[in-house]
């Protein structure tokens, strides 16, 4: 299963995002669930990198399906509309294969 932690400020920005193991929907390389969250994820800070001047700190292990995204400054409304884009993608993924495959919390820090 992907646990998904969200964690968001007082105000609603999504500060941090981890996600952590693989789905066990298919076979290694035939996992559309662990595809397309690696998809999301990674397009995510990608964008984040070129289209905006965030400050972020990440890190992907992909043997053990860790992935970490972190704000390390003020968020701009370009990076809140591309986190606020992949929340809803992973819930999207949720709905549609369920919570034994990805299970996403959400935490006030």
Do not use: P, W
């Amino acid at each position: 299963m992907i646990r998904v932690n969200v964690f968001s400020d007082s105000e609603g920005n999504t500060r941090k995002i981890e996600l952590k193991g693989h789905a066990g929907y298919d076979d290694y390389g035939k996992d559309i669930v662990c595809a397309s969250a690696s998809a999301l994820v990674l397009n995510m800070a990608n964008s984040v990198e070129q289209f905006t001047d965030d400050g972020f700190d990440g890190n992907v292990e992909e043997e053990t399906g860790h992935f970490t995204f972190r704000f390390t400054g003020d968020i701009s409304k370009e990076s809140k509309l591309l986190m606020d884009s992949l929340i809803l993608g992973l819930k999207n993924i949720e709905e549609a294969y369920g919570e034994e495959y990805i299970k996403i919390r959400f935490k006030e820090v």
